[in-house]
């Protein structure tokens, strides 16, 4: 499974963005997907997570209500919609997958254990 990150670029505070995740090989294996940032001198964090054919969907905290990640399954395209942006969402956003059977919590708490990642993509919030 290989997964390919776009759309971060340098944004407003205040802003919106979306970033996609293109999944391709293994498709099959892609359960739950993820989304991660990852600020140089901090351990990597979860920010969402969304799994199974129900599409339940976990957000970290400081996101909720900001954040949303959805997933196309006809494209194989993972995606995260961030309005109202903030400079402390600046980092490296990557995207991942597993086939399970953790869970969306137990994942995005680590902020590790997905089998598959992408390269990241920077997205920068100017205050």
């Known amino acids: 499974l290989q997964l390919v990150e776009s759309g971060g670029v340098l944004v407003q505070a205040g802003g919106s963005l979306r970033l996609s995740c293109a999944l391709s090989?293994?498709?099959?294996?892609?359960?739950?997907l993820g989304w991660f940032f990852h600020v140089s001198g901090r351990e990597r964090e979860g920010v969402s997570c969304?799994?199974?054919?129900?599409?339940?969907?976990y957000y970290e905290a400081s996101v909720k209500s900001r954040f949303t990640i959805s997933r196309d399954n006809a494209k194989n395209t993972e995606y995260l919609q961030m309005d109202n942006l903030k400079p402390d969402d600046t980092a490296v956003y990557y995207c991942?997958?597993?086939?399970?059977?953790?869970?969306?919590?137990?994942?995005?708490?680590?902020?590790?254990?997905?089998?598959?990642w992408g390269k990241g993509t920077l997205v920068t919030v100017s205050s």
């Open positions: 969304i799994v199974g054919s129900r599409a339940s969907t």
């Open positions: 991942a997958a597993d086939g399970g059977p953790k869970s969306c919590t137990y994942y995005l708490t680590l902020g590790y254990g997905m089998a598959s």
């Open positions: 090989g293994a498709t099959f294996d892609a359960v739950y």
